[in-house]
Nanobody, 119 residues
Framework: QVQLVESGGGLVQPGGSLRLSCVAS????????MGWYRQAPGKQRELVAT???????MYADSVKGRFTISRGNAKNTVYLQMNSLKPEDTAVYYC?????????????WGQGTQVTVSS
């Protein structure tokens, strides 16, 4: 099993910044994808950014140039630096880890952290 714990959410004014962190523990393989998704009230969960071993980093168009995803040296952590935040960035942000054991692909989710952008 894999556990993901997010931190770093909160209330910030428009134009401000926040940095989200996610630490994964448990049975983690060296090759995996880690990323961030978000879900606003009344909307479906959407991709924000992902970083996969050996693959290009992907960003949602709405956050390109403002958000940066990065991995820790131990590869069991992922960060999301969010700059120039907008009210439409308000959502619950979820950390995701995906990995294969050679037979099947498994996805794991954190409990989510609230980000609210408001004046």
């Amino acid at each position: 099993q894999v556990q993901l714990v997010e931190s770093g959410g909160g209330l910030v004014q428009p134009g401000g910044s926040l940095r989200l962190s996610c630490v994964a523990s448990g049975n983690i393989f060296s090759i995996n994808h880690m990323g961030w998704y978000r879900q606003a009230p009344g909307k479906q969960r959407e991709l924000v950014a992902t970083e996969a071993s050996g693959d290009p980093t992907m960003y949602a168009d709405s956050v390109k140039g403002r958000f940066t995803i990065s991995r820790g040296n131990a590869k069991n952590t992922v960060y999301l630096q969010m700059n120039s935040l907008k009210p439409e960035d308000t959502a619950v942000y979820y950390c995701n880890l995906g990995q294969s054991n050679g037979i099947s692909w498994s996805n794991y989710w954190g409990q989510g952290t609230q980000v609210t952008v408001s004046s």
